[in-house]
């Protein structure tokens, strides 16, 4: 290095090493390699685990996205106990995903995104007890007969939760009591949980709970939801199958006082009355997204006072409300709402 370059680099250099990893941290990843090269300091600063903890690696198997997948997976070969963060995408090769997993040794975030997982997964996983989000969204299980039995209190870090159509049941949900951090839960494709542990889970949460994306049915009932209501930090939370709740548990929403997000789908028994005193309460009227689709009960005039009152709202879903599908309102509804999404079919 000789001229300006090398001034510029001794003086760079004079800093203390948190300094100069703080400084690294808004680089971006080949900015990070390219330091590696620079010297033996620079190559072990650049390694540093704090400065890998917020890298997210990313590896595709979408065509298309070969040649940064190519480099990804190429750095991943060469950086594995580096990296914290992995987010693994269409690879329908289980023995492939296997073989990049049994690299990895200090994960504390990983993402597999329509990916295809088989038993024994889960053995892999108790690898990285500090493991802080896990998501399986979109993925499928390989061998769908014998479910993945994932021992959720080996992760007493996780604060993020994002599941598919497996990974809880009733042989372990009783375990993931045991994650006391847990935070955004999106389990919303599982069901058969049983009602005794939603209660005891939610109860366990109220503190805490941010998100919950939930499947319902049988496992869900106006006092889960009641208990929900007292939940002072929740801000989104989606329940897919109502049918088991109440004008009681719906009314008991109007006490979410930070909410911002709210779908509640598929209900017969809601009022007419009391979805629109529960709708035209303070709290729900600053919401930024609302979905009831297939509350049977949604009318013209519960829809009116949405479009009055609902200020922030950006997305609203009324799909299949039978008030509302195929009849003349319907074809108001777009002129109603003109600055947000209208879901109608």
Request: proline share 3%.
């Amino acid at each position: 290095m000789t001229g300006s370059g090398a001034e510029n680099y001794d003086e760079i250099n004079v800093l203390p090493d948190e300094l100069l990893i703080y400084i690294f941290k808004y680089l971006p990843l080949e900015a990070i390699l390219v330091c590696e090269n620079v010297s033996q300091r620079w190559q072990k600063l650049a390694r540093d685990p704090l400065l890998w903890k917020h890298l997210p690696l990313v590896y595709s198997g979408k065509p298309g996205q070969s040649e940064v997948s190519a480099r990804n997976l190429e750095i991943i070969s060469t950086h594995y106990e580096y990296i914290s963060c992995l987010k693994l995408q269409y690879i329908y090769s289980y023995p492939m995903i296997s073989s990049i997993l049994d690299k990895m040794a200090n994960l504390v975030c990983l993402e597999l995104v329509m990916c295809r997982v088989a038993k024994g997964f889960e053995n892999i996983l108790e690898r990285w007890p500090n493991l802080k989000k896990f998501s399986l969204k979109n993925s499928l299980q390989l061998q769908s007969v014998e479910d993945l039995l994932i021992r959720f209190d080996r992760f007493e870090h996780l604060k993020y939760l994002a599941l598919s159509e497996f990974g809880l049941n009733a042989n372990n949900c009783n375990s993931l009591l045991h994650c006391k951090q847990l935070t955004h839960i999106f389990i919303e494709k599982i069901r058969d949980l049983p009602l005794e542990f939603v209660s005891e889970f939610i109860k366990s949460k109220q503190e805490i709970l941010h998100t919950l994306h939930i499947y319902g049915g049988n496992g869900l009932d106006d006092n889960c939801v009641m208990m929900l209501s007292k939940c002072p930090h929740l801000t989104d939370l989606a329940i897919i199958r109502c049918e088991n709740l109440t004008d009681i548990g719906l009314i008991a929403l109007v006490n979410l006082k930070k909410i911002e997000h709210l779908q509640i789908w598929n209900n017969n028994k809601f009022t007419e009355d009391k979805l629109l005193k529960t709708l035209s309460s303070p709290s729900l009227v600053t919401l930024k997204s609302l979905s009831l689709s297939r509350i049977s009960n949604v009318s013209p005039v519960v829809v009116d006072v949405i479009s009055e009152s609902y200020k922030n709202l950006k997305f609203l879903a009324v799909y299949q409300c039978a008030r509302i599908i195929n009849t003349d309102y319907e074809k108001q509804l777009k002129s109603k709402f003109r600055n947000i999404e209208v879901v109608l079919y």
